[in-house]
């Protein structure tokens, strides 16, 4: 015969459609758009993943790249921007001061995107390589397949399924949160 | 004739089922394939996560709807001008031209046509600025 078969499942083929179309809203804050630009072009072509295609309205976006620093005044636009967009949704923290905060140690900046919004991939960096964003996208690719992300957990909880257990983290929303849900 | 007709048509047909299908299939798939969560965030305007600040339903003023008027007419000559320029060495020409060669005498045809074309344009906007609709006082 000259045909081959691949069974599947369907939440799998889902999720490999899902990975291989990332749909990309830049909340681009500072100077890591540089690097997030260079990643964007010919050079090192994220079209390759399949995520070259920047959203500018979170209507139309899956996955949200906060590029540069989050002061505490733009936390509710980001959670905003952050509801607002299409389900399933992942979220990567891009360069230190998205994840950290980074070198910044005043009242005015935010300890790291996740205290709004929950980050599925961390990149350090400041900046970050374009490699190190490639390798943090094929990261998040892992996850979408195997079903990790954080809105994807929380859809699946929500429909009944089960939920991968090493998914399950307690820092889902900062570091604080998790304490506050158990207190 | 009516074979080749139906062959070449039937190829058009295909490509526009093949592009309907498949611009449904996909809104099919995202409608059943994926998740639905609605919520107050999503209904809210998008302004890059700003407040919504005034109504989108704006006034301006009824000074544009002229200008826009007057814009279509001269939009539209300038669409005209473009087919008239790539065929004038033809209109220009009595008898037929084979490889850029024309093989009869000079025709003014093409540049008359196009000037009563001017001609007509002109009037009107003599007229749009003798009623000051041009202006913008």
């Not at chain 1, 999720?15 to 540089?34: D, E």
């Not at chain 1, 090192?44 to 309205?57: H, K, N, Q």
């Not at chain 1, 935010?110 to 964003?133: F, L």
């Not at chain 2, 305007?45 to 814009?71: H, M, N, T």
Request: proline share 6%; hydrophobic share 45%; glycine share 8%.
């Amino acid at each position: 015969m000259g045909f081959e078969f691949h069974t599947t499942s369907l939440r799998s083929a889902v999720n490999w459609a899902r990975k291989w179309s990332l749909f990309q809203y830049p909340f681009v804050t500072a100077c890591c758009g540089m690097e997030f630009m260079s990643v964007a072009a010919s050079k090192y072509d994220i079209a390759r993943f399949g995520a070259e295609f920047p959203r500018f309205s979170p209507r139309q976006a899956d996955l949200l790249f906060i590029v540069g620093t989050i002061t505490e005044r733009q936390g509710p636009a980001l959670r905003r921007i952050y509801d607002q967009m299409c389900e399933p949704k992942w979220v990567v923290a891009f360069g230190v001061c998205a994840s950290t905060g980074g070198f910044y140690q005043n009242y005015a900046t935010m300890p790291g995107a996740d205290q709004v919004v929950p980050v599925d991939v961390y990149i350090p960096g400041c900046p970050p390589r374009p490699e190190q964003v490639l390798d943090a996208l094929m990261l998040l690719q892992d996850r979408i397949q195997k079903g990790e992300g954080h809105s994807q957990i929380t859809i699946d909880a929500e429909r009944g399924y089960d939920v991968p257990i090493a998914a399950i983290r307690p820092k889902q929303l900062g570091p604080g949160a998790a304490a506050k849900k158990e207190g | 004739m009516t074979a080749t007709m139906t062959s070449d048509y039937l190829s058009a047909l295909l490509m526009i089922l093949a592009g309907v299908g498949f611009a449904l299939a996909l809104t099919a798939a995202a409608k059943y394939l994926g998740p639905s969560r609605p919520s107050a965030a999503k209904d809210y305007p998008y302004e890059c996560g700003s407040e919504v600040i005034g109504s989108p339903r704006a006034r301006f003023e009824v000074k544009f709807y002229q200008v826009a008027i007057v814009f279509l007419v001269f939009d539209i000559e300038t669409a005209f001008l473009y087919p008239w320029a790539l065929k004038y060495r033809e209109l220009s020409c009595a008898g037929t031209v084979a490889n850029g060669v024309c093989s009869g005498g000079i025709s003014f045809f093409g540049i008359g046509e196009i000037l009563v074309f001017m001609l007509v344009l002109i009037v009107a906007l003599a007229y749009v600025w003798r009623k000051r609709a041009v202006g913008w006082e």
